[in-house]
């Protein structure tokens, strides 16, 4: 973008100079400050997905227009539309150059079938092995006639080149709204099960700041629903719906002289939750685990070994990039308002109902330690059926800390490497199967009124 803004003609005038106030002195350049503006909007679109087993696909010119095979799958793609802006940093502009993006998903509806995971399953793999390539070949093999001063001082001055071109004068927004959309995944010809995905609406923000040091993801979303049910019931056998959903994601990266990088991630979550579950309709949901989320691919680390193949002679040695020190902490706070789940577990049985008032968790993960702490201000849950009871519980907290061992000196007799703390205020519990009370419980405690159990394990 910017050898494109430089390239476009435009000329300052000195009128121009004079209106605004700024004289140039001296061989002082003048440079263009030119605006790029561009709109893209794609009407409609497919995507075809052909089974290897079946054959290779035929070609474009076998196929009548609208014609389409039994094995192929198409996937149409929703309406989107994009607004581009560049504003280039010059006489007039202050601040870094910017790059705007916004763009909207319109509404769509696809259903996804299991024939699609081979394809995703191929593309993971590749990707495995592409990047299992990548770091074998970080290894360096040289001869001794190098000097270790040249070799290191090379190896330093490659990684300072990379990481100034690596970093840019760039400001980059990018923004998308997504409308009012649903996502199908059926389990055919394996079962008649679907699980969808729904959204009213919902919008993110993506900045960069120049240079990648600080990056921040913000989003809300609203009217989210996930169900899973029968195709031949109306009834969902799972739902969970989330209202006013508001996230933040934000990224920092500090780096010293010496090159250490000090990285903070931060994830705040806002919003309320919602769901039931009918246990009669269990095999639903072994059946979509089954199709679906166990032939999911995923991402395996591969485990370092020697290579036996590289010939150990005296004539060569290998030498590996330094290691950069770098300390990464990482915060999530994740907030619920409102949680109301309700359980079917059969007529015969029970319906339970759980409902969490203000729930709050804080978890900090840093080098030195790990922090976690739950809050709950009311805790209820009410049974009805054969066996029937309630349980309510105020103001439920629970922390706990972990020191890593690198935290304390070798002779340190008195440093708690875990600490643990529960706490309650009063508990009222009751319990009953065909009419007849099984447990009545009632806590009350004036002073203190709250219950304290705390866990201290001592290092030694």
């Known amino acids: 973008m910017t050898r494109i803004a430089a390239s476009l003609p435009r000329a300052v005038s000195h009128a121009d100079i004079a209106r605004d106030g700024v004289s140039p002195q001296g061989d002082q350049q003048i440079t263009p400050a030119s605006n790029i503006f561009a709109k893209f909007v794609f009407r409609s679109g497919e995507v075809h997905i052909h089974n290897d087993a079946k054959g290779t696909p035929p070609l474009a010119h076998q196929l009548s227009a609208g014609q389409i095979r039994p094995e192929q799958e198409t996937l149409k793609l929703p309406v989107i539309s994009a607004w581009v802006e560049y504003r280039a940093s010059g006489l007039r502009v202050t601040g870094p150059a910017a790059l705007i993006f916004k763009s909207t998903i319109h509404s769509s509806q696809n259903t996804l079938k299991p024939s699609l995971l081979p394809f995703i399953t191929k593309i993971v793999d590749y990707v495995q092995l592409r990047l299992r390539k990548t770091s074998r070949g970080d290894t360096l093999q040289i ?14 001055a490659n990684r300072l080149e990379n990481l100034s071109e690596a970093s840019s004068s760039l400001q980059i927004s990018f923004s998308l709204r997504i409308d009012k959309s649903t996502l199908e995944l059926t389990c055919q010809p394996d079962a008649n099960v679907i699980a969808a995905l729904r959204w009213e609406s919902g919008g993110f923000l993506l900045n960069i700041s120049p240079g990648a040091h600080n990056v921040t993801l913000t989003g809300t979303v609203d009217g989210l629903t996930i169900g899973l049910k029968h195709g031949f019931l109306s009834e969902d056998c799972v739902n969970i719906a989330a209202r006013n959903l508001a996230f933040a994601l934000a990224f920092t990266k500090i780096e010293d002289r010496i090159g250490n990088i000090d990285s903070k991630v931060s994830l705040v979550v806002d919003t309320d939750i919602s769901g039931g579950m009918h246990f009669s309709r269990l095999q639903d949901v072994l059946c979509f685990k089954a199709v679906w989320l166990d032939r999911i691919p995923l991402f395996v680390a591969e485990q370092t070994s020697p290579d036996k193949s590289r010939p150990s002679t005296a004539s060569s040695f290998f030498v590996t990039t330094p290691v950069v020190k770098q300390e990464v902490t990482t915060a999530f706070i994740i907030r619920f308002r409102q949680v109301h789940l309700e359980v079917d577990l059969g007529q015969s049985i029970s319906s339970v109902t759980l409902d969490l008032q203000s729930a709050l968790t804080r978890v ?8 976690v702490s739950l809050s709950v201000a009311a805790v209820s849950i009410l049974a009805k059926g054969n066996v029937a009871g309630h349980m309510h519980v105020p103001n439920c907290v629970f922390q706990t800390i972990r020191r890593n061992e690198d935290a304390f000196s070798n002779d340190s007799r008195t440093a708690r490497m875990l600490e643990l703390s529960m706490t309650s205020g009063p508990l009222s519990a009751e319990l009953e199967s065909d009419h007849q009370r099984l447990l009545i419980y009632r806590w009350v405690i004036v002073i203190p009124p709250y219950l304290d159990l705390t866990v201290r394990y001592f290092q030694g």
């Open 364 to 371: 900090c993960f840093s080098e030195m330690s790990t922090e």
């Open 143 to 156: 001869t001794p006639s190098v000097a270790e001063e040249e070799l290191s001082s090379s190896l330093t």
